[in-house]
C-alpha cells in the first residue's frame, strides 16, 4: 500500500506487503483464484427504438434490470459492425468467434438470434415487435422454442427460458439446429457462382468470406445497413 496511514487501511488486523521498497514481491492473492469458473458467460445484443408496434425500449427496461441480477459474466455483443470502433467486431467472422465462446445470448435482434444458432449457442430471443416481426419469424423457421413477445415479457418467462437456455438440453437443441441451418442455409452447387457473385455486387460479405464491406461514414453502421446477412 503506498500510503498505509489513509483510512483505507484500517479495519484489518495485518497488512501484508505485496511489494515495496527493501522487500521481494509476492504473488497477488488472484493468483489463488480458479483457473476455471462455472459461471456462465453471457452475450447481450439489444437494440432501441420505441414507436406504434416497436417496443425496443421497454423491453430494454425489462431485460436489462433482469440481466443485472443474474449471476453471470455480462458479455456486449452488439450484431453491428464497426471500423473504428474497439468496442465493436469489425468483420463477421471477429463476430462468429465472439458469440461462438458465449454460454448463451439474450437478444431481440434477428441476426443475434440467426448467428448464435449459427454458432450452436442457446439464444433467449424477445421480438419487441407487437404482434411478432422478423425475430418470430427466424425463429419460426430455426424451429428455436425460446422466444418471447416483447407486449407480455416477463421476469417469470425469462427466468424459465434462461434455465432451459443453460441446459444441457438448451445446448444440445442449439446444436441440432447449428446443424439444422447448415443444411438449409447453402445454396445449391448449380447456383454457388450466381450467388456468390451477387453477394460480392451488393458488398456484403458472409461470414468466412474472410472481408468486409467497404468503409461507410459514420464509422458504425445503421442497423438497416449493417447488419451481418444471414446465408440464404
Request: aromatic residues 4%; hydrophobic residues 40%; contains cysteine.
Given at each position: 500500500?503506498?500510503?498505509?496511514?489513509?483510512?483505507?487501511?484500517?479495519?484489518?488486523?495485518?497488512?501484508?506487503?505485496?511489494?515495496?521498497?527493501?522487500?521481494?514481491?509476492?504473488?497477488?492473492?488472484?493468483?489463488?483464484?480458479?483457473?476455471?469458473?462455472?459461471?456462465?458467460?453471457?452475450?447481450?445484443?439489444?437494440?432501441?427504438?420505441?414507436?406504434?408496434?416497436?417496443?425496443?425500449d421497454s423491453v430494454a427496461g425489462v431485460l436489462l434490470p433482469w440481466l443485472a441480477?443474474?449471476?453471470?459474466?455480462?458479455?456486449?455483443?452488439?450484431?453491428?459492425?464497426?471500423?473504428?470502433?474497439?468496442?465493436?467486431?469489425?468483420?463477421?467472422?471477429?463476430?462468429?468467434?465472439?458469440?461462438?465462446?458465449?454460454?448463451?445470448?439474450?437478444?431481440?435482434?434477428?441476426?443475434?438470434?440467426?448467428?448464435?444458432?449459427?454458432?450452436?449457442?442457446?439464444?433467449?430471443?424477445?421480438?419487441?415487435?407487437?404482434?411478432?416481426?422478423?425475430?418470430?419469424?427466424?425463429?419460426?423457421?430455426?424451429?428455436?422454442?425460446?422466444?418471447?413477445?416483447?407486449?407480455?415479457l416477463t421476469t417469470e418467462l425469462l427466468d424459465h427460458w434462461w434455465d432451459w437456455?443453460?441446459?444441457?438440453?438448451?445446448?444440445?437443441?442449439?446444436?441440432?439446429?447449428?446443424?439444422?441451418?447448415?443444411?438449409?442455409?447453402?445454396?445449391?452447387?448449380?447456383?454457388?457462382?450466381?450467388?456468390?457473385?451477387?453477394?460480392?455486387?451488393?458488398?456484403?460479405?458472409?461470414?468466412?468470406d474472410g472481408g468486409t464491406r467497404p468503409r461507410r461514414t459514420p464509422a458504425v453502421?445503421?442497423?438497416?445497413?449493417?447488419?451481418?446477412?444471414?446465408?440464404?
Open positions: 500500500m503506498v500510503e498505509p496511514d489513509r483510512p483505507a487501511a484500517g479495519g484489518f488486523h495485518r497488512i501484508e506487503a505485496r511489494d515495496g521498497p527493501g522487500s521481494a514481491p509476492s504473488p497477488d492473492l488472484a493468483t489463488a483464484a480458479p483457473t476455471m469458473s462455472a459461471t456462465p458467460a453471457v452475450g447481450v445484443a439489444l437494440t432501441y427504438g420505441q414507436g406504434e408496434r416497436r417496443h425496443h441480477g443474474k449471476d453471470c459474466a455480462r458479455v456486449e455483443a452488439d450484431t453491428r459492425l464497426a471500423y473504428d470502433e474497439w468496442s465493436h467486431c469489425r468483420t463477421p467472422d471477429q463476430y462468429l468467434s465472439l458469440v461462438g465462446r458465449l454460454d448463451a445470448l439474450v437478444t431481440d435482434r434477428l441476426h443475434g438470434l440467426v448467428l448464435a444458432l449459427r454458432a450452436g449457442v442457446p439464444v433467449l430471443a424477445v421480438d419487441p415487435v407487437r404482434g411478432g416481426a422478423k425475430v418470430s419469424a427466424q425463429a419460426e423457421v430455426a424451429r428455436w422454442p425460446a422466444l418471447l413477445p416483447g407486449e407480455d437456455c443453460l441446459s444441457p438440453v438448451g445446448a444440445a437443441t442449439a446444436r441440432r439446429r447449428r446443424a439444422r441451418l447448415s443444411r438449409t442455409s447453402r445454396p445449391s452447387a448449380a447456383a454457388a457462382p450466381e450467388y456468390a457473385a451477387r453477394r460480392r455486387t451488393a458488398g456484403c460479405l458472409a461470414p468466412g453502421r445503421s442497423p438497416a445497413a449493417t447488419r451481418i446477412q444471414e446465408e440464404r
